[in-house]
């Protein structure tokens, strides 16, 4: 099956701060999301994007799928940016998906 | 919109026991799904279902069965529960063929198996 890797694994940065979070998947894929999971466990989709850039405020993301990997941008952090992010991919024809085991970051105040 | 929603939020069980996991979502989401989480770990797809009727094994099925009774109601039933079955579960839902297959998750069940 597809491997997914995150880098890095953990972080730890100033409030105000930017970050970058990579993804690197070794196949081809047409399925990719981002996850944000907040210290109380809760999962949130912050992108679905198999390629290109995307937007949503303080926060992007770009796929490069022919180079395999995908780069999360967070900019002006805050703590609630704490938690563990997640990279998961899937492979053509199929919507399931293989998770990485994310990067955890700590947005200090 | 309530989004997903799972019952029951927290279990203890002993092993051997059985229990159901309910989940439901209000999204009209054709497709759902089970993972589980383990500790420092991501999470793992345990079973599938890409609309009423059907169902596909993930990577960790053993031990699981589900039924997808309705559109809205995907179930996960442990039939003899084990401690490596200790874990959080995440019911999931999407909606391929809208442009997007973006999943929308629950807030988890976590069940400890003695």
């Known amino acids: 099956g597809i491997q997914v890797e995150q880098s890095p694994p953990d972080l730890i940065l100033q409030e105000g701060a930017n970050s970058t979070l990579r993804c690197n998947f070794s196949?081809?894929?047409?399925?990719l999301q981002w996850f944000h999971q907040n210290p109380w466990g809760q999962l949130i989709n912050l992108f679905y994007?198999?390629?290109g850039t995307k937007q949503n405020g303080r926060l992007s993301a770009t796929t490069v799928a022919t180079e395999r990997y995908s780069l999360l941008y967070i900019s002006s952090s805050q703590t609630t940016d704490s938690g563990v992010y997640f990279c998961?991919?899937?492979?053509?024809?199929?919507?399931?998906?293989?998770f990485g085991t994310g990067t955890r970051l700590t947005i200090i105040p | 919109n309530a989004g997903v929603t799972q019952t029951p939020k927290f279990q203890v069980l002993k092993t051997g026991q059985s229990m159901t996991l309910q989940c439901a979502q209000d999204?009209?989401?054709?497709?759902m799904y089970w993972y589980r989480q383990d500790p420092g770990m991501g999470l793992r797809l345990i079973y599938y279902?890409?609309?009423?009727?059907?169902?596909d094994k993930g990577e960790v099925p053993n031990g699981y069965n589900v039924s997808r009774l309705n559109k809205r109601e995907f179930s996960l039933r442990l039939e003899s529960a084990a401690p490596s079955q200790t874990s959080v579960y995440f019911c999931?839902?999407?909606?391929?063929?809208?442009?997007?297959?973006?999943?929308?998750f629950g807030p988890g069940t976590r069940l400890l198996v003695l």
């Open positions: 999931a839902s999407s909606h391929p063929g809208t442009g997007t297959m973006a999943q929308y």
């Open positions: 994007i198999p390629s």
């Open positions: 196949d081809s894929v047409n399925n």
């Open positions: 999204m009209n989401h054709n497709s």
């Open positions: 998961a991919v899937g492979p053509f024809g199929n919507e399931k998906l293989t």
């Open positions: 279902s890409a609309s009423e009727g059907t169902t």
